[in-house]
């Protein structure tokens, strides 16, 4: 009988981190509990379930295009990043989604596992003032199945990130 696959998180160690996030890690002197959960999780929503925080303490790190430039957002797990909140804190004249061979030439990542620092480049980079709101968040460590925690201010400080309101408004 095969074994059960549970919701649950491993806590590992840093070398499950993509190597060239620990390998970031390592440069800031950054000791960081790198998690891996037991299969890839595709959703904010399913890494909150895996890891048993709220959702809202996931941190999407999201590449888009301003003007044809990468730009970095860090994004709260439930909420939406508004691209005209993001065009007007950068005065650009478009902001699109960046696709999947952009993020990769510009992170080193892959969809769904960017961290929020120790890309391949250096790009702008906007943090949602959300992030605040909590002591922790989880990141991706490069890949789609392993995070790491850290308090939101020491995260947008690596990240380099200014701070913004960059989310879609709730009605």
Same mark, same amino acid.
């Given at each position: 009988m095969a074994p059960t696959r549970t919701a649950s998180v491993h806590a590992m160690t840093d070398s =499950?981190?993509?190597p060239q996030f620990a390998a970031a890690l390592k440069d800031l002197g950054i000791e960081a509990?790198?998690?891996r959960f037991p299969d890839a999780t595709r959703t904010a929503a399913e890494a909150a379930a895996a890891i048993g925080c709220d959702v809202s303490e996931i941190v999407k790190s999201l590449i888009f295009a301003a003007d044809s430039v990468p730009v970095l957002v =860090?994004?709260?797990g439930s909420s939406r990043v508004d691209l005209e909140r993001v065009r007007a804190e950068l005065g650009a004249g478009k902001v699109t989604r960046a696709d999947a061979t952009v993020v990769r030439e510009t992170t080193g990542y892959a969809i769904g596992g960017v961290p929020p620092?120790?890309?391949r480049t250096r790009t702008r980079v906007l943090a949602d003032r959300a992030l605040l709101d909590h002591d922790v968040v989880w990141a991706a460590a490069g890949t789609p199945h392993t995070v790491f925690p850290?308090?939101?201010r020491t995260l947008i400080a690596h990240a380099g990130a200014t701070l913004a309101d960059v989310r879609e408004r709730t009605a």
């Open positions: =499950l981190a993509h509990e790198v998690r =860090l994004m709260d620092f120790g890309h850290m308090e939101p």
